[in-house]
């Protein structure tokens, strides 16, 4: 928790406004790390559900579909639909490709290393262009809205949590007393002014 506070404090400080959110993830790891997870638990609680339009995965070390291991159970509901951008390093390709081209033993496949190397600069170029396109769509947000909404947030849980407590004894004892549901109107009537309503 005080992790995300100084995360939203830090974005409201520091910054106007924010275009987009890219949230970087190897892509052959099944359920991302948690790294990830955690990135992902955070911005859902830092950020309206508004800004969901902004914000975009790139997943690494993707060369085709195929090697792309990522579940997609581990994103939030919310950010199912954000743009998903997929990406073998070019610069690593080829900088791989040319410590090993001149080994002995690869003389026999410096021509297909060397086409892998050409199109993962050609993917990651289309990649770059998705994104842009991506990007110039977006509208900004003020950030002044990160930090209430995270407080608001927080000030939820606790009151849930006193909500939902006398309910679960009622219905606990719903099967032993007849009059246990004529216990929730009070219930109700509490859980109405705390939500602000008459």
């Known amino acids: 928790m005080i992790r995300r506070k100084s995360i939203a404090t830090e974005i409201q400080e520091r910054l106007d406004h924010v275009t987009a959110i890219l949230v970087f993830a190897n892509g052959t790891v099944p359920r991302g790390s948690g790294g990830l997870h955690s990135a992902l638990s955070t911005l859902s609680t830092i950020f309206p559900d508004t800004w969901a339009k902004n914000i975009a995965f790139t997943?690494?070390?993707?060369?085709?579909?195929?090697?792309?291991?990522?579940c997609q159970d581990a994103i939030p509901e919310v950010l199912k639909a954000a743009p998903q951008f997929q990406i073998?390093?070019?610069?690593?390709?080829?900088?791989?490709?040319?410590?090993?081209k001149g080994a002995p033993d690869m003389k026999n496949t410096r021509t297909e290393m060397h086409a892998e190397v050409k199109d993962g600069e050609q993917s990651g170029l289309e990649m770059l262009v998705g994104l842009f396109d991506w990007l110039d769509d977006l509208e900004q947000h003020p950030t002044t809205e990160v930090v209430p909404l995270y407080e608001k947030s927080?000030?939820?849980?606790?009151?849930?949590?006193?909500?939902l407590a006398p309910m679960d004894q009622v219905v606990a004892t719903k099967a032993t007393s007849p009059g246990a549901l004529s216990a929730l109107i009070p219930i109700w009537k509490r859980t109405a002014r705390m939500?602000?309503?008459?």
């Open 195 to 198: 939500w602000g309503r008459k």
């Open 59 to 70: 997943f690494t070390n993707v060369a085709n579909p195929l090697s792309w291991n990522f």
């Open 154 to 163: 927080q000030d939820i849980k606790p009151r849930t949590t006193k909500l």
């Open 88 to 100: 073998d390093n070019p610069v690593a390709l080829q900088e791989k490709y040319l410590g090993l």
